[in-house]
């Protein structure tokens, strides 16, 4: 009996994640089906070419719940639609793709293994201010937002790894990690960053890996709050990071 009470618990919390993330009741046909049909079928990484017939056939609905599927996912940002003659093009956008690796993240947390763990070390060492200045682009923080799950802290905290963490950085750059799309301002374009949730000290962070950066020893963190400040650090401590992959 106690089994079913576990089964019944972990599917009301899911549940509420699913809700939490999509903003939506799961008592009603939810557009997370839609979503997951779209990047089965390539939408993920390019435009796809769909009727509403087919993606009805899909869901097992009409033609109008159909319709209503895509206007409801292309209003919450989750995916771009294009008309086109016999049909439309969709894509997933990046808050597409977030949301579907927040809600994997969910399941894995629940039916999955737990994740496996890369431990890096290094000293705290000072940037050069450049940390606040990226950090704080909107594209970069709304992104930073929909894939870790909190709101970083305007600066980064940098380590310079010893050499046997290096190796590893090295493995982190060949796994694929959360992925931070570039953007363009009409000042200059920002690089993709790749990401990795992280724990310092018992502190949830995240690990930035810039596909521009200058320095091939050092990784960047960022959390909600100044981790100099409130895990009491200054330049030359060594300390050890759990990086999940």
């Known amino acids: 009996m106690s089994h079913f009470l576990d089964a019944s618990r972990y599917w ?29 079928e390539g939408a993920y990484s390019g435009s796809l070419k769909l009727s509403l017939s087919w993606l009805a056939r899909r869901l097992n609905a009409s033609r109008q719940t159909a ?19 016999k049909g439309q093009r969709v894509r997933l956008t990046t808050a597409g793709l977030a949301t579907l690796r927040s809600i994997h993240r969910e399941l ?34 709304q992104q930073f937002k929909r894939e870790l799950g909190f709101d970083p ?8 790894l010893d050499k046997a963490s290096l190796e590893l ?37 995240a690990v930035l890996l810039p596909s521009r950066s200058h320095y091939s020893d050092v990784i960047e963190l960022i959390a909600p709050r100044n981790l100099r400040r409130s895990l009491k650090l200054s330049d030359g401590d060594v300390v050890k990071v759990e990086v999940m992959i």
């Open 169 to 205: 950085r090295a493995t982190l750059l060949e796994l694929p990690g959360g992925q931070i799309e570039g953007f363009s301002t009409p000042e200059r374009t920002f690089g993709p960053v790749k990401c990795f949730q992280a724990v310092l000290r018992g502190t949830k962070v």
């Open 67 to 85: 319709a209503r599927q895509l206007i409801e996912l292309e209003n919450r940002d989750l995916i771009k639609r294009e008309l086109v003659p």
């Open 153 to 160: 802290y305007p600066g980064t905290l940098d380590l310079k």
């Open 12 to 40: 009301k919390h899911l549940k509420v994640s699913i809700a939490l993330v999509l903003g939506v009741n799961l008592s009603k046909k939810a557009p997370i089906e839609t979503l997951i049909i779209l990047a089965k």
């Open 108 to 141: 894995d947390a629940i039916l999955g293994e737990k994740p496996r763990v890369l431990e890096l070390a290094g000293q705290v060492v000072s940037g050069v201010g450049e940390g606040s200045y990226y950090v704080g682009q909107e594209g970069y923080r």
